[in-house]
């Protein structure tokens, strides 16, 4: 990880970074439901998924988001911090074995309602695909960034 100021007026609308793939595992499902209580049959019940239209078992929609979200965290701005994410949608499944990959894209900039000379948000359209090139999760993430001079 790398640490690199960068300021309100820094982003640009349009700009867009791609990860590298990560391969869904048992293990991650099995983890993920461990932490989270989340023990559903659709994620933990291969024989009762095999009668489903599904036919397999399916990965936390949680577990894919987190995920998704980590895998765009390879740098750090001491001028930024996540404020939240907006408009989630679990589009696909991503089952056992799927390879993920995500694209984020700046889409929006817009200054701080109460704080308008010192503090902005960037907008930044996550889009997760799987290895057919199928989108299975979008999300908007927001962050709460300063401006220079604030």
């Given at each position: 990880m790398k640490t690199e100021d960068r300021w309100f007026e820094d982003y640009e609308i349009g700009e867009a970074r791609t990860t590298v793939g990560r391969t869904i595992t048992e293990a991650d499902i099995v983890l993920h439901a461990g932490?989270?209580?989340?023990?559903f049959p659709?994620?933990?019940?291969?024989?009762?998924?095999k009668t489903q239209p599904a036919g397999q078992r399916i990965a936390h929609?949680?577990?894919i988001l987190s995920v998704a979200v980590g895998m765009t965290a390879g740098d750090i701005n001491p001028q930024s911090m996540s404020y939240g994410y907006d408009?989630?949608?679990?589009?696909?499944?991503?089952?056992?074995?799927?390879?993920?990959t995500v694209r984020a894209e700046i889409t929006e900039k817009s200054d701080h309602k109460r704080m308008?000379?010192?503090?902005?948000?960037?907008?930044?359209?996550?889009?997760?695909?799987?290895?057919?090139?199928?989108?299975?999760l979008v999300l908007t993430h927001l962050?709460?960034?300063n401006k220079k001079g604030g």
């Open positions: 932490q989270t209580g989340d023990f659709h994620h933990m019940d291969a024989e009762w998924m929609g949680t577990l408009k989630i949608r679990f589009i696909k499944p991503v089952f056992i074995g799927d390879t993920i308008p000379q010192t503090h902005g948000y960037v907008h930044e359209l996550v889009t997760v695909t799987n290895q057919h090139g199928e989108t299975v962050y709460l960034v």
